[in-house]
């Protein structure tokens, strides 16, 4: 997060001003291998319980999944340029083209109807291409190997008392699966919106929309499918003012492509990944929740962002996270978020949502654009972080500060006096807790920052970032303990922290006495000379964090970084040189 100028300036008056700690350091220089290598480390925590906070095993239903139908038994439709309308319980298979029409659903309330797309070709100029009106329950089914096509033109014209704002429209809960694929060009407004819940289980598709992609009230909820979004403001929105329960997310498979100039993934109460495989390129947070985050598997890969991952209350318990971020990785704020909701041009969505954090959010592209695809980032391959030159620059062009400005480390363990609270507002509601999965955070702002408290007992976490000294790789108001996992980051030493006294996992926060680019190796040893760790940051840095179950109190360990070699002694779980501390 951002400081102050004046908390620079207390730091600097504080590190020139230090105290004995409870370690003691040797400085040397060495040369040693600066060659790349793979991070190693010799025990790693990367297992722990799911947490399951939407009740995932009873979240669809048989006949969500169900993609087979009986032709004998259904009605068959060929559409020839006429609106059509559905008004009874049944199966229907739609066949043709209608060049500008539509679709209507207007069934009663108690009715479950199918709709079975066999390569269909659906146009509405100024309205929906498919409008559920009324029914208990719509299923889209795409017939296999069938291409699909529903697009729309230009604003929308009321046609009734409902706010039609998506070429696919449901009053009711809507589900779409199958064995074929949908094509969703929106040029107006949303792709897909349900005012109750919305389901996808299988089949494949591509969305184009001027707004959001994906939009259900209620929820958005995915079990499986090949799902690609280009969005002019959210990929996947939910969204739900009146019931503080719903308007939440859940992805338990599946292979998503999301492209957005807001948020990839929004929710007002809870995003749950539990599977899957999610690249996402956005212009602001890549996966963002006003309530809860929980990610407990799956292969996220978010590739360009403001905020990577942010939520109130954050829960990592497994999964491979790659995050790539303008300012932080991994954020937990009790930001308040407001909604408005009101009439617009029809040209955007009737939806206008105005999140407010603990940061001011920068606008999104105007106008309705859709971002430029072709400049996007390609998905990381066998778990390593997208191609430096594909990434977003770190603020100030990713220069280090001049460390000749900086005020001198500190000499033989010594460390500044505890500063106490009050320099930022701690947020009770706001956590992070990691106890499982594998994170690489490569962040412009903080790395993991929590406005309350941080929780590591398991996973593996590396973070590589920041580079400027207004930011820290760990940056919390609370309190930070860790009890087994291992957490590694690299970066600037300006706002660098360590996990508390009460964590029961050795820790060691140590600053250089210069900057070392990006690719020069760290290795740890302990006193056997036997190398623990071993990594390789992604990014410039002069302050590094190291916490690791092989990190015991008591024990001498040699940190080499490039040409300089430091040993230090655990003489308590938690040792640190020049923190800025709480």
């Known amino acids: 997060m951002k400081r102050k100028l004046a908390t620079l300036i207390l730091t600097a008056v504080l590190a020139m001003n230090t105290i004995a700690c409870s370690a003691t350091a040797k400085t040397s220089s060495t040369t ?26 009873n979240l669809f239903s048989k006949k969500d999944k169900e993609i087979e139908y009986d032709e004998k038994t259904s009605k068959t439709i060929k559409l020839n340029n006429e609106s059509v309308t559905i008004s009874e319980e049944g199966t229907y298979i739609l066949l043709g083209t209608i060049t500008n029409g539509q679709v209507i659903v207007d069934a009663p309330k108690e009715a479950k109807i199918t709709l079975v797309l066999d390569s269909v070709t659906i146009n509405n100029d100024t309205s929906a291409a498919i409008y559920v009106k009324q029914a208990d329950k719509v299923f889209i089914t795409l017939a296999k190997n069938s291409i699909n096509t529903l697009s729309n ?8 008392d409902n706010n039609i704002d998506g070429v696919i429209f449901s009053k009711d809960d809507l589900t779409l699966n199958g064995q074929g694929k949908l094509i969703i060009n929106a040029n107006y407004g949303n792709g897909i919106v349900s005012k109750d819940d919305l389901v996808i289980t299988s089949g494949d598709y591509e969305i184009t929309a001027a707004n959001h992609g994906l939009q259900g009230k209620d929820n958005v909820k995915i079990s499986d ?16 003012s009146d019931d503080t329960s719903l308007g939440y997310v859940y992805i338990g498979g599946g292979n998503l ?18 599977n899957g495989t999610i690249n996402i390129t956005a212009d602001d947070d890549g996966i963002h929740s006003d309530g809860r985050l929980i990610i407990n598997g799956g292969k996220i890969n978010i590739l360009q962002s403001n905020e990577g991952l942010e939520g109130e209350k954050v829960d990592i318990t497994g999964g491979e996270i790659n995050v790539i971020s ?54 990381p391959q066998d778990g390593q972080m997208p191609n430096s030159s594909n990434r977003p620059e770190p603020p100030q062009d990713g220069q280090m500060p001049n460390s000749s400005n900086r005020p001198e480390p500190p000499q033989d363990g010594q460390m500044p006096p505890h500063m106490g609270g009050g320099m930022d507002e701690v947020q009770e509601n706001a956590y992070i807790n990691i106890t499982g999965g594998t994170i690489t955070i490569k962040a412009g702002g903080d790395g993991v920052d929590s406005n309350g408290n941080i929780t590591v007992s398991g996973g593996t976490t ?115 040189s020049n923190e800025r501390h709480r």
Request: charged fraction near 15%.
């Open 257 to 274: 492509n999301l492209t957005s100039s807001s948020d990839a993934i929004d929710s007002s109460s809870i995003v749950q990944i539990d």
């Open 462 to 576: 590396y973070v590589y970032g920041p580079t400027n000294d207004g930011n820290g790789s760990l940056d919390y108001n609370g309190a930070a303990t860790i009890s087994s996992g291992t957490f590694i980051t690299a970066g600037s030493s300006g706002m660098a922290q360590n996990f508390g006294n009460d964590s029961t996992q050795g820790s060691i926060l140590l600053n250089l006495s210069s900057s070392k680019n990006e690719g020069t190796k760290v290795t740890v040893t302990n006193s056997s000379g036997k190398a623990i760790l071993t990594f390789t940051p992604q990014t410039k840095y002069n302050s590094l964090l190291i916490s690791s179950p092989d990190i015991k109190q008591g024990e001498q360990y040699t940190i080499t970084a490039g040409d300089e070699t430091q040993t230090i002694e655990m003489t308590s779980n938690i040792y640190s």
């Open 326 to 379: 303008k300012d932080d990785g991994l954020n937990a704020t009790s930001g308040s978020s407001t909604t408005n909701t009101q009439a617009q041009d029809n040209s955007q969505s009737s939806e206008n949502t105005q999140k407010q954090s603990k940061k001011e959010r920068p606008a999104p592209p105007q106008g309705g654009q859709m971002p430029n695809s072709s400049n996007s980032p390609k998905p």
């Open 32 to 57: 040693v291998n600066t060659t790349n290598s793979q991070t190693t480390s010799q025990t790693t925590s990367t297992n722990s319980t799911a947490i399951d906070a939407l009740d995932s095993a």
């Open 153 to 160: 033109k230009s604003e929308f014209v009321a046609i009734d």
């Open 225 to 240: 499918g090949n799902i690609t979004i280009k969005a002019t403001k959210d990929a996947i929105h939910s969204e739900n």
